[in-house]
Protein backbone atom coordinates (compact mmCIF):
# COMPACT_ATOMS: atom_id res chain seq x y z
CA UNK A 1 0.00 0.00 0.00
CA UNK A 2 1.51 3.69 -1.31
CA UNK A 3 1.41 6.28 1.54
CA UNK A 4 0.89 9.61 -0.30
CA UNK A 5 0.28 12.39 1.11
CA UNK A 6 -1.61 15.86 -0.63
CA UNK A 7 -0.17 18.94 0.25
CA UNK A 8 -2.58 21.31 -0.33
CA UNK A 9 -6.01 19.64 -0.15
CA UNK A 10 -8.79 21.99 -2.13
CA UNK A 11 -10.73 21.31 -4.33
CA UNK A 12 -8.25 19.25 -6.76
CA UNK A 13 -5.82 17.96 -4.26
CA UNK A 14 -9.26 16.74 -2.32
CA UNK A 15 -10.14 15.48 -6.00
CA UNK A 16 -6.85 13.85 -6.37
CA UNK A 17 -6.46 12.29 -2.84
CA UNK A 18 -10.12 10.78 -3.34
CA UNK A 19 -9.67 9.13 -6.29
CA UNK A 20 -6.18 7.66 -5.07
CA UNK A 21 -7.66 6.25 -2.03
CA UNK A 22 -10.75 4.67 -3.73
CA UNK A 23 -7.93 2.23 -5.38
CA UNK A 24 -6.68 1.01 -2.19
CA UNK A 25 -3.30 3.61 -1.45
CA UNK A 26 -3.29 5.17 2.44
CA UNK A 27 -3.74 8.62 1.65
CA UNK A 28 -3.56 11.76 3.73
CA UNK A 29 -5.19 14.99 3.02
CA UNK A 30 -3.29 17.92 4.49
CA UNK A 31 -4.55 21.71 4.29
CA UNK A 32 -4.11 24.79 6.36
CA UNK A 33 -7.95 25.72 6.53
CA UNK A 34 -8.58 24.12 10.01
CA UNK A 35 -12.56 24.00 9.06
CA UNK A 36 -12.07 22.10 6.14
CA UNK A 37 -9.28 19.16 7.94
CA UNK A 38 -12.49 19.53 10.88
CA UNK A 39 -15.46 18.79 8.37
CA UNK A 40 -13.39 15.98 6.77
CA UNK A 41 -12.34 14.30 9.72
CA UNK A 42 -15.92 14.33 11.45
CA UNK A 43 -18.09 14.18 8.37
CA UNK A 44 -15.79 12.40 5.84
CA UNK A 45 -14.99 14.66 2.28
CA UNK A 46 -18.52 15.29 0.38
CA UNK A 47 -17.80 14.33 -2.90
CA UNK A 48 -20.96 15.08 -5.65
CA UNK A 49 -20.52 14.03 -8.72
CA UNK A 50 -22.32 15.01 -12.05
CA UNK A 51 -25.50 12.83 -11.98
CA UNK A 52 -24.85 11.28 -8.82
CA UNK A 53 -26.15 11.11 -5.05
CA UNK A 54 -23.50 13.05 -2.41
CA UNK A 55 -21.04 10.51 -1.04
CA UNK A 56 -19.22 10.81 2.57
CA UNK A 57 -15.68 9.34 1.49
CA UNK A 58 -13.91 8.35 4.94
CA UNK A 59 -10.41 9.83 4.20
CA UNK A 60 -7.91 11.16 7.10
CA UNK A 61 -7.25 15.08 7.52
CA UNK A 62 -4.48 17.15 8.96
CA UNK A 63 -2.71 20.21 9.11
CA UNK A 64 0.51 20.19 7.44
CA UNK A 65 2.73 20.37 10.62
CA UNK A 66 0.31 17.42 12.25
CA UNK A 67 1.94 14.28 11.14
CA UNK A 68 5.27 13.36 10.89
CA UNK A 69 5.44 10.00 9.14
CA UNK A 70 7.70 9.58 6.40
CA UNK A 71 5.52 9.37 3.01
CA UNK A 72 6.13 7.56 -0.30
CA UNK A 73 4.86 9.84 -2.45
CA UNK A 74 3.68 13.73 -1.64
CA UNK A 75 1.50 15.63 -4.29
CA UNK A 76 1.99 19.41 -3.87
CA UNK A 77 -0.96 21.26 -4.62
CA UNK A 78 -0.73 24.45 -2.93
CA UNK A 79 -1.51 27.89 -4.02
CA UNK A 80 1.74 28.78 -5.47
CA UNK A 81 2.21 31.91 -2.81
CA UNK A 82 1.98 29.05 -0.27
CA UNK A 83 4.48 26.66 -1.43
CA UNK A 84 7.52 27.61 0.15
CA UNK A 85 5.31 27.47 3.83
CA UNK A 86 4.11 24.61 3.00
CA UNK A 87 7.76 23.14 2.12
CA UNK A 88 8.77 23.83 5.20
CA UNK A 89 5.62 22.53 6.80
CA UNK A 90 6.41 19.27 4.92
CA UNK A 91 10.29 18.33 6.21
CA UNK A 92 9.20 15.57 8.34
CA UNK A 93 6.96 13.45 6.14
CA UNK A 94 10.15 13.71 3.27
CA UNK A 95 12.73 10.63 3.29
CA UNK A 96 15.26 9.42 0.97
CA UNK A 97 12.85 8.03 -1.28
CA UNK A 98 9.74 10.38 -0.85
CA UNK A 99 8.55 11.20 -4.43
CA UNK A 100 7.10 14.75 -4.73
CA UNK A 101 5.12 15.39 -7.32
CA UNK A 102 4.61 19.34 -8.03
CA UNK A 103 1.54 19.71 -10.45
CA UNK A 104 0.74 23.61 -9.22
CA UNK A 105 0.08 25.66 -11.92
CA UNK A 106 2.52 29.09 -12.83
CA UNK A 107 6.33 28.93 -13.25
CA UNK A 108 9.12 28.66 -11.67
CA UNK A 109 8.07 26.13 -8.59
CA UNK A 110 11.13 23.08 -9.50
CA UNK A 111 14.00 25.79 -9.07
CA UNK A 112 11.90 26.49 -5.20
CA UNK A 113 11.52 22.66 -4.55
CA UNK A 114 15.11 22.22 -5.41
CA UNK A 115 16.03 24.38 -2.22
CA UNK A 116 14.56 21.93 -0.66
CA UNK A 117 15.31 18.35 -1.59
CA UNK A 118 17.96 16.46 -4.64
CA UNK A 119 16.45 16.52 -8.23
CA UNK A 120 16.41 12.88 -8.27
CA UNK A 121 12.50 13.38 -5.61
CA UNK A 122 11.18 15.90 -7.73
CA UNK A 123 9.01 15.01 -10.60
CA UNK A 124 6.75 17.95 -12.43
CA UNK A 125 3.80 18.09 -14.57
CA UNK A 126 0.31 19.70 -14.95
CA UNK A 127 -2.69 18.76 -14.88
CA UNK A 128 -6.20 19.50 -16.91
CA UNK A 129 -8.06 17.73 -14.02
CA UNK A 130 -11.03 20.41 -12.66
CA UNK A 131 -12.65 20.37 -9.51
CA UNK A 132 -15.13 22.69 -7.06
CA UNK A 133 -14.73 23.55 -3.93
CA UNK A 134 -18.48 24.08 -2.30
CA UNK A 135 -17.35 24.67 1.47
CA UNK A 136 -15.72 23.42 4.22
CA UNK A 137 -15.03 19.43 3.31
CA UNK A 138 -17.27 19.18 0.26
CA UNK A 139 -16.10 19.21 -3.27
CA UNK A 140 -17.67 18.93 -6.97
CA UNK A 141 -16.21 16.65 -9.92
CA UNK A 142 -16.94 17.75 -13.76
CA UNK A 143 -16.17 16.09 -16.76
CA UNK A 144 -12.66 14.57 -16.99
CA UNK A 145 -8.96 15.51 -17.45
CA UNK A 146 -5.28 14.16 -17.74
CA UNK A 147 -1.96 14.22 -15.81
CA UNK A 148 1.38 14.88 -18.11
CA UNK A 149 4.54 13.81 -15.80
CA UNK A 150 8.28 14.11 -16.01
CA UNK A 151 11.11 13.66 -14.25
CA UNK A 152 13.68 16.66 -12.97
CA UNK A 153 16.39 15.03 -13.02
CA UNK A 154 18.27 13.31 -16.37
CA UNK A 155 18.26 9.67 -15.28
CA UNK A 156 14.55 9.84 -13.45
CA UNK A 157 12.24 8.28 -16.18
CA UNK A 158 11.69 5.10 -14.06
CA UNK A 159 10.79 6.74 -11.35
CA UNK A 160 8.22 9.26 -13.41
CA UNK A 161 7.07 6.13 -15.23
CA UNK A 162 6.28 4.45 -11.80
CA UNK A 163 4.27 7.80 -10.91
CA UNK A 164 2.27 7.37 -13.95
CA UNK A 165 1.47 4.07 -13.69
CA UNK A 166 0.43 4.97 -9.98
CA UNK A 167 -2.00 7.41 -10.98
CA UNK A 168 -3.64 5.90 -14.30
CA UNK A 169 -4.30 3.20 -11.78
CA UNK A 170 -6.60 5.62 -10.00
CA UNK A 171 -8.61 6.51 -13.35
CA UNK A 172 -6.32 10.34 -13.00
CA UNK A 173 -5.20 9.55 -17.27
CA UNK A 174 -1.59 10.31 -16.52
CA UNK A 175 1.26 10.10 -19.29
CA UNK A 176 4.82 10.31 -18.86
CA UNK A 177 5.83 13.51 -20.71
CA UNK A 178 9.91 13.82 -22.72
CA UNK A 179 8.91 17.68 -22.34
CA UNK A 180 6.32 19.08 -19.64
CA UNK A 181 7.87 21.97 -19.80
CA UNK A 182 6.51 22.95 -22.69
CA UNK A 183 3.40 22.14 -21.33
CA UNK A 184 4.01 23.98 -18.61
CA UNK A 185 4.51 27.22 -19.97
CA UNK A 186 1.26 26.87 -22.33
CA UNK A 187 -0.69 26.33 -19.69
CA UNK A 188 0.66 29.17 -17.52
CA UNK A 189 0.23 30.95 -21.24
CA UNK A 190 -3.38 30.22 -20.97
CA UNK A 191 -3.13 31.19 -17.36
CA UNK A 192 -1.74 34.48 -18.25
CA UNK A 193 -4.42 35.68 -20.38
CA UNK A 194 -7.54 33.96 -19.73
CA UNK A 195 -7.38 34.20 -16.26
CA UNK A 196 -5.88 37.86 -15.49
CA UNK A 197 -7.68 39.45 -18.49
CA UNK A 198 -11.40 38.16 -16.88
CA UNK A 199 -9.90 38.91 -13.40
CA UNK A 200 -9.38 42.59 -14.68
CA UNK A 201 -12.45 42.94 -16.73
CA UNK A 202 -14.81 40.83 -14.66
CA UNK A 203 -16.30 38.37 -17.36
CA UNK A 204 -16.28 34.66 -17.85
CA UNK A 205 -13.99 33.34 -21.13
CA UNK A 206 -16.51 33.25 -23.72
CA UNK A 207 -17.44 37.46 -22.97
CA UNK A 208 -14.09 38.12 -23.09
CA UNK A 209 -13.77 36.74 -26.07
CA UNK A 210 -16.87 38.07 -27.75
CA UNK A 211 -14.59 41.65 -26.96
CA UNK A 212 -12.92 43.02 -30.35
CA UNK A 213 -10.02 43.82 -28.43
CA UNK A 214 -9.53 39.88 -27.78
CA UNK A 215 -6.97 39.00 -30.21
CA UNK A 216 -4.72 41.74 -30.09
CA UNK A 217 -4.76 41.68 -26.19
CA UNK A 218 -3.69 37.72 -26.41
CA UNK A 219 -1.29 38.67 -29.33
CA UNK A 220 0.65 40.78 -27.07
CA UNK A 221 0.63 39.05 -24.03
CA UNK A 222 1.47 35.54 -26.06
CA UNK A 223 4.28 37.26 -27.75
CA UNK A 224 6.20 38.22 -24.62
CA UNK A 225 5.46 35.04 -22.74
CA UNK A 226 7.19 33.31 -26.10
CA UNK A 227 10.73 35.52 -26.17
CA UNK A 228 11.00 34.78 -22.28
CA UNK A 229 10.29 30.91 -22.61
CA UNK A 230 13.03 30.73 -25.42
CA UNK A 231 15.61 31.90 -22.80
CA UNK A 232 14.32 28.42 -21.15
CA UNK A 233 14.59 26.42 -24.02
CA UNK A 234 11.09 26.26 -24.67
CA UNK A 235 9.82 26.92 -27.88
CA UNK A 236 5.82 28.45 -27.51
CA UNK A 237 4.97 29.31 -31.49
CA UNK A 238 3.42 32.51 -31.33
CA UNK A 239 0.23 32.17 -33.52
CA UNK A 240 -0.53 28.09 -32.60
CA UNK A 241 -0.77 29.25 -29.42
CA UNK A 242 -2.99 32.47 -29.97
CA UNK A 243 -5.44 29.23 -31.66
CA UNK A 244 -4.72 27.03 -28.85
CA UNK A 245 -5.84 29.88 -26.20
CA UNK A 246 -9.16 30.78 -28.61
CA UNK A 247 -10.60 28.01 -28.84
CA UNK A 248 -11.61 28.20 -25.24
CA UNK A 249 -14.00 30.69 -25.74
CA UNK A 250 -16.44 28.75 -27.14
CA UNK A 251 -19.26 27.71 -24.76
CA UNK A 252 -18.63 23.95 -25.68
CA UNK A 253 -15.20 24.21 -24.04
CA UNK A 254 -14.86 26.53 -21.19
CA UNK A 255 -16.32 29.84 -22.65
CA UNK A 256 -19.34 29.94 -19.53
CA UNK A 257 -15.98 29.19 -16.98
CA UNK A 258 -14.89 31.83 -14.73
CA UNK A 259 -11.12 30.93 -14.32
CA UNK A 260 -9.51 30.41 -10.78
CA UNK A 261 -8.27 34.01 -10.88
CA UNK A 262 -11.81 35.57 -11.32
CA UNK A 263 -12.65 33.11 -8.79
CA UNK A 264 -9.97 34.34 -5.81
CA UNK A 265 -9.89 38.33 -6.58
CA UNK A 266 -13.09 39.03 -8.24
CA UNK A 267 -15.87 36.65 -6.69
CA UNK A 268 -13.79 36.09 -2.68
CA UNK A 269 -11.41 39.14 -2.53
CA UNK A 270 -8.50 36.70 -2.19
CA UNK A 271 -4.59 37.08 -3.59
CA UNK A 272 -4.13 36.09 -6.83
CA UNK A 273 -0.74 33.66 -8.63
CA UNK A 274 0.01 36.56 -11.17
CA UNK A 275 3.37 36.69 -9.84
CA UNK A 276 3.55 32.85 -10.52
CA UNK A 277 1.93 33.92 -14.37
CA UNK A 278 2.56 37.26 -16.12
CA UNK A 279 4.74 38.35 -12.98
CA UNK A 280 7.04 35.62 -13.55
CA UNK A 281 7.61 36.28 -17.38
CA UNK A 282 8.01 40.21 -16.47
CA UNK A 283 10.68 39.25 -13.85
CA UNK A 284 12.58 36.82 -16.26
CA UNK A 285 12.45 39.43 -18.90
CA UNK A 286 14.05 42.27 -16.67
CA UNK A 287 16.56 39.67 -15.68
CA UNK A 288 17.39 39.13 -19.67
CA UNK A 289 16.81 42.16 -21.15
CA UNK A 290 13.75 41.11 -22.34
CA UNK A 291 10.79 43.89 -22.58
CA UNK A 292 7.90 42.94 -21.13
CA UNK A 293 5.78 45.97 -20.86
CA UNK A 294 2.58 43.78 -21.05
CA UNK A 295 3.01 41.45 -18.77
CA UNK A 296 4.33 44.38 -16.67
CA UNK A 297 1.48 46.21 -16.49
CA UNK A 298 -1.30 43.29 -16.12
CA UNK A 299 1.22 42.09 -12.99
CA UNK A 300 0.65 45.68 -11.59
CA UNK A 301 -3.15 46.06 -12.01
CA UNK A 302 -3.91 42.93 -10.84
CA UNK A 303 -2.02 43.57 -8.01
CA UNK A 304 -3.76 47.35 -7.43
CA UNK A 305 -7.21 45.46 -8.10
CA UNK A 306 -6.15 43.25 -4.90
CA UNK A 307 -5.44 46.29 -2.98
CA UNK A 308 -8.60 47.66 -3.52
CA UNK A 309 -10.70 44.24 -2.85
CA UNK A 310 -8.65 42.68 -0.44
CA UNK A 311 -9.31 44.18 3.11
Not at 136 to 163: F, H, M, R
Not at 165 to 173: E, F, M, P, R, W
Request: charged fraction near 15%; glycine fraction near 8%; include cysteine.
Amino acid sequence: MTKIAIAGSGAMGSRFGYMLQSVGNDVVLLDNWAEHVQAINTNGLTVVEAGHEPVQVRIPAALPTDIKEVQDVIILFTKSMQLVDMLQAIKPLIGAKTKVVCLLNGLGHPETIEQYLPKENIFVGITLWTAGLTGPGAITLTGSGNVELQNVDPDGKESAQALVALLSAAGLNAQYSSDVLFSIWRKACVNGTLNSLCALLDCNIAQLGQTPQAQQLLRSIVAEFSAVAATEAVELDIPTTIAHISKMFAPEQAGGHYPSMHQDLVQHHRLTEVDYLNGYVARKGAEKHIATPVNQLITELIHAKEALLIK
